[in-house]
């Protein structure tokens, strides 16, 4: 029944790790995103991804790669971990819809911790 | 540049009303949104307004004005369930993602 689901839900990790947060939605949407809500709860896009086009959030830095095997799926990667990377990680999805809305739904969210 | 503003906190009684209110300046626009968020927990969808006026869904209602670049959410009959932050969020264009404003934490006391 889960609309937008995400795992792990917490990661605790070395800095230097790579990691990945997976995330899978059954709503049939068009387009997935990833958020990033740091400690002072501001929530920030990362990346926003449908068959046809990435669009990157230009101050994320490289080590962050989103990977989509299908359109169900958007799965967040990232390389040698820093301390700042620390926060609450949101993914969400919305329909293409050429009525406007297009209202997004986020997943329970990825709490990750560097060391 | 891309701004929205809302206060940062907020504090009400059970049984009151509240207004949130949220301003924003950016290079388009296609949509206002509040989403509601508990502590801990993800943003879940409260209200869209893409023309000006008034939306109403039971005790929440929103507000838009374009030419002002303004939007308020009311909060009638407030309950001790409804202490949460509440995110305002504009779409600049269509298909893209949304811009959160930093939140306003609502406490309800008894």
């Known amino acids: 029944d889960t609309a937008v689901s995400q795992t792990p839900k917490y990661l605790v990790t070395q800095m230097g790790n790579d990691k990945s947060i997976k995330c899978e939605q059954n709503?049939?949407?068009?387009?997935m995103y990833w958020y990033k809500q740091d400690s002072k709860k501001f929530l920030k896009i990362m990346f926003s991804?449908?068959?046809?086009?990435?669009?990157i959030n230009e101050t994320v830095p490289n080590r962050f790669s989103p990977k989509s095997p299908d359109k169900a799926h958007l799965n967040l990667h990232i390389n040698s971990l820093e301390l700042g990377d620390s926060a609450v990680y949101f993914c969400?999805?919305?329909?293409?819809?050429?009525?406007?809305?297009?209202?997004?739904?986020f997943g329970p969210g990825t709490r990750l911790l560097v060391l | 540049g891309q701004n929205i503003d809302q206060p940062t906190e907020m504090t009400a009684t059970e049984g009151a009303i509240v207004q949130i209110n949220c301003t924003y300046q950016?290079?388009?626009?296609?949509?206002l949104f509040w989403y509601q968020q508990h502590a801990g927990e993800a943003p879940t969808f409260l209200s869209y307004?893409?023309?000006?006026g008034l939306e109403e869904k039971g005790r929440f209602s929103s507000f838009l004005s374009r030419s002002k670049g303004y939007s308020y959410l009311l909060l009638k009959e407030l309950q001790m369930k409804d202490s949460a932050s509440y995110l305002c969020?504009?779409?600049?264009?269509?298909?893209?993602?949304?811009?959160f404003g930093k939140g306003t934490t609502l406490s309800v006391s008894s």
């Open positions: 969020a504009v779409r600049d264009r269509a298909g893209t993602a949304l811009i």
């Open positions: 709503l049939g949407h068009d387009t």
């Open positions: 991804y449908n068959n046809k086009e990435l669009i």
């Open positions: 950016t290079s388009g626009f296609n949509g």
């Open positions: 969400a999805s919305s329909p293409r819809t050429s009525g406007g809305g297009e209202t997004q739904y």
């Open positions: 307004n893409v023309l000006d």
